[in-house]
């Protein structure tokens, strides 16, 4: 919180000079009551934008830790919110200097995709977007429909075909923010904070020792099948011989006997699910993922309800339903 607070403070002082009509202000919502509970303030800190002094319908900034990020997340707010792209050399330049970057090929610079392109340019200011409607450089990377690429150190890792009313910004959003993690995350305490910061509500998490003789062809089969459902399921890895995971096992009540053990998490209804099958392969991966998404797949434990109690006494009491809030 501290080091946000500090970052947000960088991004203000930096801002005022680039872009002086943007005003910054703080808060402390535990003297302003009636603040708090206009704008729902549920967790700190919260950062909103609000735009031509309207009090409705502020714009939330999830997910930002840095002044660089938050500071090109104001800027994608209050200005264009991708760079249009003209020559190839120009694409190149962009491509070479960036780790990840996203450009989006179309033939005009209207219609339905490509204002889901813009605004999913918003919700993702971790990476640069670009676009262009240059034929030149569209051959260059032999695109031929609407297209969203992604690109790594320079190559391109991820092709999405754009079609007019057939994307959502969220989904293109899940989709672009699951390339600045692996397609596998260890769970530890650094990548948790990345792994709940991308907007994918759906997890499956795959328990098992490092130390296994059978460790690396488990893992394969699950980064294989993790290909498959990019962008809609977050796979994640959490090593059963790390005792800091303990906490971990216990919320899916996961015990030595049970590894390999594979469960899938909602963390909008917390509800979790257990792979039926034994062995992680990637056909069972692929056909428990598939069952999760159809709906089909059978609810493993269900939370019992917070106790009104629960945060009275130094040992909180921690059931599924506040487990992520309090824990992550």
Not at 216 to 240: P, Q
């Amino acid at each position: 919180s501290q080091n946000l607070s500090e970052e947000f403070t960088e991004a203000a002082r930096q801002l005022r000079k680039e872009a002086p009509r943007i005003q910054f202000g703080k808060i402390d919502v535990t003297d302003q009551h009636d603040l708090r509970k206009e704008f729902n303030i549920q967790q700190f800190p919260t950062v909103k934008l609000f735009v031509d002094g309207s009090r409705k319908d502020p714009i939330d900034c999830k997910g930002v830790r840095e002044a660089s990020t938050f500071i090109t997340w104001v800027k994608r707010r209050t200005g264009p919110s991708t760079v249009l792209i003209n020559s190839t050399a120009q694409a190149e330049a962009m491509l070479n200097t960036e780790d990840l970057a996203v450009i989006g090929f179309f033939k005009e610079l209207h219609g339905d995709s490509v204002d889901v392109f813009c605004e999913t340019a918003k919700e993702v200011p971790e990476m640069p977007f670009g676009m262009t409607t240059s034929e030149e450089v569209s051959a260059s990377y032999a695109i031929q429909k609407s297209t969203l690429v992604v690109f790594k150190k320079g190559k391109p890792v991820h092709n999405e075909v754009l079609e007019d009313g057939s994307q959502n910004k969220l989904d293109l959003t899940r989709l672009i923010k699951t390339f600045t993690l692996d397609l596998v995350t260890e769970y530890n305490l650094e990548t948790s904070v990345k792994i709940f910061d991308v907007p994918v509500e759906s997890h499956i998490l795959l328990f098992a020792p490092k130390s296994s003789q059978t460790f690396n062809t488990t893992y394969e089969d699950y980064k294989s099948a993790a290909a498959e459902f990019r962008g809609k399921i977050m796979f994640v890895f959490v090593d059963t011989n790390e005792t800091r995971n303990g906490r971990v096992f216990e919320y899916f009540r996961i015990t030595q006997a049970d590894v390999p053990a594979v469960r899938i998490l909602n963390l909008t209804s917390d509800a979790r699910y257990k792979m039926p099958a034994d062995e992680v392969t990637v056909e069972n991966l692929r056909h428990f993922c598939q069952n999760y998404l159809d709906g089909k797949a059978k609810l493993h434990l269900s939370s019992e309800e917070i106790p009104e109690d629960w945060d009275k006494l130094p040992v909180k009491v921690l059931v599924g339903k506040n487990f992520n809030r309090i824990v992550f």
